[in-house]
């Protein structure tokens, strides 16, 4: 069953520095998510993506974040300058079509700020 | 704004003892209803949907009925198994906006331990 994948499984990064997360969604789905977990706290929407463009963002997707598909497979997180807070567990999705479809996840990356 | 309330956890059954784990939601319009279950160090995964009011959604022995009278979903299961254990989450799907891209809200996750 095709899957998508998330690397790398564990980031450890000092205060400051950029980071990229990565994902490749399931090949033939179109709109693609980025989550992210808190330790101890609720699953969190950050962005969707279709089309090659920002569909909707949260409150908490601010100007550190940026998504962006660099080529038609991939599909990235950047964080510009991470703070401690954004110590998290960051999972992608991907959905066929939007509406009432499932996502399908990753397994998710563990971030660590230091 | 929309937001999802399961019951707190963890939950410890004994194997083959009947599961409930509660949700309630909050949503203007008509979202779509979910449970995913996360296995430990794995991602979160579908465990079973539902589209519409009275819709019963079911997976290995899982069950849930969206029940828009009582804005509810409740996870059940007859007889859990030691590999149930997992955290499980309720879900809606929605789109802030009206238009484009649903997200979905999530609840905080119910820890499910099924001893032997």
């Known amino acids: 069953e095709p899957e998508v994948t998330q690397t790398p499984s564990h980031q450890v990064t000092q205060m400051g520095q950029e980071v990229i997360l990565r994902c490749v969604p399931i090949?033939?789905?179109?709109?693609f998510y980025w989550y992210r977990q808190i330790l101890g706290q609720k699953v969190e929407f950050l962005v969707s993506?279709?089309?090659?463009?920002?569909?909707?963002k949260s409150e908490i997707f601010d100007d550190q974040f940026s998504v962006e598909r660099p080529d038609g497979s991939n599909f990235t997180l950047k964080i510009r300058s991470t703070k401690l807070e954004d110590s998290a567990m960051y999972f992608c999705?991907?959905?066929?079509?939007?509406?009432?479809?499932?996502?399908?996840f990753g397994d998710g990356t563990r971030l660590s700020i230091l | 704004g929309d937001s999802v309330t399961q019951m707190e956890g963890p939950v410890t059954l004994s194997e083959e003892a009947f599961l409930t784990i509660n949700c309630t939601y909050t949503?203007?319009?008509?979202?779509?209803l979910f449970w995913y279950v996360q296995y430990p160090g794995e991602g979160l995964q579908l465990l079973l949907k539902?589209?519409?009011?009275?819709d019963k959604g079911s997976n290995k022995g899982f069950e849930a009925t969206y029940r828009k009278e009582t804005t509810s979903f409740h996870l059940e299961k007859g007889s859990v198994q030691v590999s149930d254990s997992a955290v499980y989450f309720c879900?809606?799907?929605?789109?802030?906006?009206?238009?484009?891209?649903?997200?979905?809200?999530f609840g905080k996750g119910t820890k499910l331990s099924v001893i032997p």
């Open positions: 879900a809606l799907s929605a789109s802030f906006s009206g238009a484009g891209s649903y997200q979905l809200t």
């Open positions: 539902a589209t519409k009011a009275d």
């Open positions: 949503a203007t319009g008509y979202p779509s």
């Open positions: 090949s033939n789905h179109l709109y």
């Open positions: 999705a991907s959905s066929e079509i939007s509406g009432g479809q499932p996502q399908h």
């Open positions: 993506f279709y089309n090659n463009e920002i569909s909707e």
